[in-house]
């Protein structure tokens, strides 16, 4: 399977404790999104990166999480001192960079906060 | 006020039908508009992708878009219980990269 992948599927964690998701985009994708869909919602935008730079960031982006991507391939998305409030679907896109590339999404990271 | 705007459904219909999903949009600058369709549990996956004001068709699929009244709409033809999902609309940006997604239509096709 060539597409976007991400680990873990799911997550279960207690509040106040810190997790860490993957994302693998597909090859030759220089950009690389996240985004967090809650039940009943549309995905919104987190953070995007082009190669290892990180270009854009949204406000829901609390400084309680960090989105890495060191070597231009793989990304990490933390999330510190978990709250209920975080307990969603993180999903990864990638695309190539190019004027009107599309998205493709991965299959998501389930998280449930307790 | 959302800068994207879905009706939630469910919109059900019986299997062969021709389906109507629309979405309304706020922001003027948008010039690129996606349909995706997310299954339960599931990353949404890229149906349709259009540039500007126009229709284009892919299979059993077309997708219009309608800049002077901010309109999008995607039909499904002969539709089948497997197209049963949620379709998210988006919209984006020239020279952002940030999607900003629809709530999603939950659409059941009864066989």
């Known amino acids: 399977d060539t597409g976007v992948s991400q680990d873990p599927r799911h997550k279960i964690t207690k509040r106040g404790q810190n997790v860490t998701f993957r994302c693998d985009p597909i090859s030759e994708h220089n950009r690389l999104y996240w985004y967090r869909q809650t039940l009943g919602q549309g995905p919104e935008f987190l953070t995007y990166?082009?190669?290892?730079?990180?270009?854009?960031k949204s406000r829901l982006l609390s400084d309680r999480f960090s989105a890495e991507r060191p070597k231009g391939s793989f990304s990490t998305l933390e999330i510190q001192r978990t709250e209920q409030g975080d307990s969603a679907m993180y999903l990864c896109?990638?695309?190539?960079?190019?004027?009107?590339?599309?998205?493709?999404f991965g299959p998501g990271t389930r998280l449930t906060v307790t | 006020q959302k800068e994207v705007e879905q009706d939630p459904g469910p919109l059900s219909v019986p299997e062969g039908a021709i389906v109507s999903l629309n979405c309304t949009y706020s922001n003027s600058a948008f010039q690129y508009f996606m349909w995706y369709r997310q299954y339960s549990r599931k990353g949404p996956e890229l149906l349709m992708y259009t540039y500007s004001s126009g229709n284009k068709e892919d299979g059993r699929f077309t997708a219009q878009v309608d800049k002077s009244s901010k309109y999008i709409s995607l039909f499904i033809r002969d539709s089948q219980p497997s197209d049963s999902a949620t379709y998210l609309c988006?919209?984006?940006?020239?020279?952002?990269?940030?999607?900003?997604f629809g709530t999603g239509t939950r659409l059941l096709v009864s066989p």
């Open positions: 988006a919209g984006r940006n020239t020279g952002f990269q940030k999607l900003v």
């Open positions: 896109a990638s695309s190539l960079v190019r004027q009107g590339s599309e998205q493709y």
């Open positions: 990166f082009q190669n290892e730079a990180q270009l854009e």
